[in-house]
């Protein structure tokens, strides 16, 4: 019996040491679980912040574009206003020379104020759409300089999300070609004025022109139904913003139709001045007590240069001869009627935010969005962050196994359970959610007119809107190359090889990369 009993005691134990091995086996289960669900839930919100980052960074670009289309129109309605009073100088003056001869002349005194007045609202309406300028530049500036330039938008929301998210500032680079061809920074008007000064101020390779001649090319856009530029067309006379040519030129002609203009005649917004004609009619004068008088004054028009210039004219019937540049109760023609100073002399229109319709040209532009900025958020999460060492998740556990005097690491907080001391590069260590947004130009057609869009990308219009697409698209559209640019050097390799396996993405031909 005594055999038996020790036999018996030798299998004491045995279920407790499975029931260990399998509660280790269970619990390693249950952290590798919880392990991959955390994996998982970051995944999700890494990709959902930095959709929420390139969604803003597009609605930002939209709001701004707007806003410049608006200031645009309101510097157009600015300048048709001051030509518009020009006609009215011209009108006047006909009427002013034509009285002087009537019982009813109007006093010299009175003449001259009214005459004052109207030169000086000229002046002030040139003014404003100058100031329209500035307020485009400061709009422009905080857009590039604050919420592009550095991912400085993209930083703030995914400090909203999660603290351990970061905006790497090198992730820029696609939003700003986009927009600013690169400039990394707004453009005050100081800085604008002090570029023209060394040489102008050249268009950029992205979306936004800064004046010169994109400008003017959208700008006549906008009034294009009118025919070669603003002009007020009456029967007896025109008025419009001229060409040099006009300005020496005291034989006006005058065309009865828009389509009749000539253009070298009747140039676009480039031109150098403001004026306004009437001639060729005989003015009737109705003196307020009934007399009518024939008037001899047949031929009238002003014209404004700029402050630089001392060019401007004034010429009416019985008024100064031409070129009109004598003096109008004691104060020279040249400082009455002048305007503001150029910005792009000469000429006399207010520099412009533009839209670069470059862009628009080219066998296929569909193929670059029509110019549309596609804006690139780029957010990353640093497994090996001291902050993320200092407080990991309780199943994200560092453990430090011992093998032949040899210490190994297996950190559960790590997608493959070791984190290496590396940088940007390291895919282990550093998990990179890429999105994209576009700022789009829709102005709809009717669909009874065939639907589709009624016009392309400007700054007249504010029809910009702004959505979320795919990364990929156009053929200035390389993930790879803007993660690399970033410093993520493994993760772009990893989509190289995804796009050489097959991988298509957004693009029916791949990324090209």
Not at 225 to 254: D, I
Not at 340 to 353: D, E, F, Q, S
Not at 496 to 502: H, P, T, Y
């Amino acid at each position: 019996m005594q055999p038996a009993r020790l036999l018996k005691s030798r299998a004491r134990g045995q279920a407790l040491v499975l029931f260990s091995l399998t509660l280790l086996l269970l619990t390693l289960m249950v952290l590798g679980t919880l392990g991959f669900g955390m994996r998982a839930k970051e995944r999700v919100e890494i990709q959902m912040a930095a959709d929420a980052a390139a969604y803003s960074q597009a609605v930002s670009t939209a709001r701004t574009f707007n806003a410049i289309a608006v200031l645009n129109r309101a510097q157009i309605a600015h300048m048709v206003a001051m030509a518009g009073t020009q006609s009215m100088i011209s009108y006047g003056s006909q009427h002013y020379a034509a009285r002087k001869l009537s019982p009813c002349a109007i006093a010299d005194p009175v003449w001259s104020g009214l005459d004052q007045a109207a030169a000086e609202q000229v002046k002030e309406l040139q003014g404003r759409a100058g100031d329209m300028f500035r307020s485009e530049l400061a709009m422009y500036s905080v857009l590039v300089g604050t919420h592009l330039a550095g991912q400085g938008l993209s930083k703030h929301i995914a400090e909203s999300v999660n603290r351990e998210l970061e905006a790497p500032p090198a992730g820029d680079g696609k939003s700003l070609a986009e927009v600013s061809g690169g400039a990394s920074s707004g453009m005050s008007f100081e800085t604008f004025e002090e570029l023209q000064r060394a040489g102008g101020v050249p268009d950029t390779s992205g979306a936004v022109a800064l004046a010169g001649g994109q400008s003017t090319a959208n700008l006549n856009a906008t009034m294009g139904s009118m025919g070669w530029t603003w002009v007020h067309n009456r029967g007896t006379g025109s008025a419009g913003f001229g060409s040099g040519a006009a300005a020496h030129n005291p034989g006006f002609k005058h065309y009865g139709s828009a389509s009749a203009m000539d253009s070298s005649t009747y140039q676009t917004i480039s031109g150098r001045n403001s004026w306004a004609h009437d001639h060729g009619r005989a003015v009737m004068v109705t003196c307020p007590d009934g007399t009518v008088v024939p008037g001899g004054a047949t031929d009238a028009w002003v014209m404004s240069d700029e402050k630089q210039s001392d060019e401007d004219q004034h010429v009416y019937g019985a008024g100064q001869p031409p070129p009109g540049q004598g003096s109008e109760n004691s104060k020279p023609v040249d400082e009455r009627h002048t305007l503001g100073a150029c910005n792009v002399c000469p000429g006399i229109w207010p520099n412009a935010v533009g839209f670069n319709a470059s862009l628009l040209n080219g066998p296929r532009p569909d193929e670059n969005d029509f110019g549309q900025p596609k804006l690139y958020a780029m957010l990353r999460r640093d497994y090996a962050s001291a902050d993320r060492r200092a407080r990991p998740d309780p199943w994200n556990l560092l453990f430090t196994f011992k093998f032949a005097n040899q210490e190994t690491e297996f950190d559960n907080a790590a997608p493959l359970g070791r984190i290496q001391p590396t940088g940007l590069e390291d895919v282990q260590r550093n998990q990179v959610a890429l999105s994209a947004g576009l700022a789009y130009y829709h102005r709809p057609r009717p669909a009874a007119a065939g639907g589709g869009w009624e016009e392309p990308p400007n700054f007249l219009n504010p029809f910009w809107r702004a959505t979320l697409v795919s990364t990929e698209g156009a053929r200035d559209d390389k993930p790879a190359r803007s993660l690399q640019q970033a410093g993520f050097t493994e993760h772009a390799e990893a989509l190289r090889k995804l796009d050489s396996a097959g991988y298509r993405g957004g693009s029916k031909t791949g990324g090209r990369y």
